[in-house]
């Protein structure tokens, strides 16, 4: 039973299009992120929500809006997709019990 | 700002032998927690141990183990017996209790020469 999920694994779009990528915890875990991991593997923080309110909003083009219908899901729209947007995403989750955070397997992000 | 350095862009160890890590970070916050984070080619981030500030004695997992000099601000990572599987890259990870932020390190990939 995966606990941070994401969807897709894989996408592959043009530039210009709008995307979304979904992410659902099912460990009851408070906060939710997004890290995006660039082609040199550095990992940076882009957003995070704890009970589905912002709390980090890093510094990170308002093309990227995240959205948290409840505690359990962060979503990720990216509208007018760029070649630099290609990347690695991933949603992590913590609860308040725990201090590390729990990483979904990534969506690969390929703009052509 | 909390800053996390990795200053082994790679490393390289036999089979069964012991290679260290090293990470450095730099914060004014006296409460915190360090990590490090596995991320095989399959690409998923996984936790290879962590380590509360507050706790003098080093964290051990397994082969796993940790070097924690809160004064030098450092905290490094040993892996003893090394396996094959061990090969991936490592991030050396930082988080201030109380906050939601956690901040990377550039990573260490390790190749484990057969």
């Known amino acids: 039973d995966t606990a941070v999920s994401q969807t897709p694994k894989y996408l592959v779009t043009q530039m210009g299009n709008d995307k979304s990528i979904k992410c659902e915890q099912n460990?009851?875990?408070?906060?939710m992120y997004w890290y995006k991991q660039d082609s040199k593997k550095f990992l940076k923080i882009m957003f995070s929500?704890?009970?589905?309110?912002?709390?980090i909003n890093e510094t990170v083009p308002n093309r990227f809006s995240p959205k948290s219908p409840d505690k359990a899901h962060l979503n990720l729209h990216i509208n007018s997709l760029e070649l630099g947007d290609s990347a690695v995403y991933f949603c992590?989750?913590?609860?308040?019990?725990?201090?590390?955070?729990?990483f979904g397997q990534g969506t690969r992000l390929t703009v052509v | 700002a909390q800053t996390v350095t990795q200053s082994q862009p790679e490393m390289s160890v036999q089979e069964a032998e012991t290679v260290t890590l090293s990470c450095t970070y730099d914060?004014?916050?006296?409460?915190?927690?360090l990590f490090w984070y596995k991320q095989p080619p399959s690409r998923q981030m996984i936790l290879v141990i962590r380590?509360?500030?507050?706790?003098?004695q080093n964290a051990t997992e397994n082969r796993f183990s940790v070097n924690f000099q809160k004064a030098a601000k450092s905290f490094s990572l040993k892996i003893s017996d090394s396996q094959l599987g061990d090969a991936a890259m490592y991030f050396c990870?930082?988080?201030?209790?109380?906050?939601?932020?956690?901040?990377f390190g550039t990573g260490t990939r390790l190749k484990v020469l057969a």
């Open positions: 992590a989750s913590r609860g308040a019990g725990n201090t590390e955070a729990f």
């Open positions: 460990l009851g875990h408070d906060t």
């Open positions: 929500y704890n009970n589905k309110e912002l709390i």
């Open positions: 914060t004014s916050e006296s409460d915190y927690y």
């Open positions: 380590q509360e500030a507050y706790k003098q």
């Open positions: 990870a930082y988080g201030a209790s109380g906050t939601y932020k956690y901040i």
